[in-house]
Antibody
């Protein structure tokens, strides 16, 4: 069965970076892309960007351009999302989700990773 | 960026009733690239509808989606106790994906 398993919770100080992983199983990793979506406490969903696991092409939300980098490691079927220069308003649950290509909805989601930014 | 506005913000209904949730886009959504998700507390979102009207795998047929252009609707024909949750629409057509702010469906 398709599974996306994310890394554990993180606590970071303002200005630091965080890298969240998302390990895929149960499907051909390079046949799909991965979106990253975050949700601040008590708030709605915010799309961060998308990466193709086939060729590494990315599309980032304009708001996060320059602070976010998404990568994949096809040898381990793992996607990564790195966010730099963290601020308190980056505190959120971060989700990875699978989509067949850029113009596609997300049919399977990871369990979420809580990132807390606090001094 | 396409802005999605969902209404109502909160919908109070009883099990067995019909729920109608609205999602309006600030500009036309390309090729009906519109999805609906359900989210329960402490859980990841779950895909219900894609392409505006196609049910995702395993989704009961009491869930249906309709609409095109700028106006989309999610209908739950007869509410079951497990349907009370927050619902989000999402467009994935152009200028990046965006989500609506959500509609909370609560038990009356």
């Amino acid at each position: 069965q398709v599974q996306l398993v994310q890394s554990g919770a993180e606590v970071k100080k303002p200005g630091a970076s965080v890298k969240v992983s998302c390990k895929a199983s149960g499907y051909t990793f390079t046949s799909y892309g991965i979106s990253w979506v975050r949700q601040a406490p008590g708030q709605g969903l915010e799309w961060m960007g998308w990466i193709s696991a086939y060729n590494g092409n990315t599309n980032y939300a304009q708001k996060l351009q320059g602070r976010v980098t998404m990568t994949t490691d096809t040898s381990t079927s793992t996607a990564y999302m790195e966010l730099r220069s963290l601020r308190s308003d980056d505190t959120a649950v971060y989700y990875c989700a699978r989509g067949e290509d850029y113009y596609d909805s997300s049919d399977y989601w990871g369990q979420g990773t809580l990132v807390t930014v606090s001094s | 960026e396409i802005v999605l506005t969902q209404s109502p913000g909160t919908l109070s209904l009883s099990p067995g009733e019909r729920a109608t949730l609205s999602c309006r886009a600030s500009q036309s959504v390309s090729s009906s690239y519109l999805a609906w998700y359900q989210q329960k507390p402490g859980q990841a979102p779950r895909l219900l509808i894609y392409g505006a009207s196609s049910r995702a795998t395993g989704i009961p047929d009491r869930f249906s989606g309709s609409g095109s252009g700028t106006d989309f609707t999610l209908t739950i024909s007869r509410l079951e106790p497990e349907d009370f949750a927050v619902y989000y629409c999402q467009q994935y057509g152009s200028h990046g994906y965006t989500f609506g702010q959500g509609t909370k469906l609560e038990i009356k």
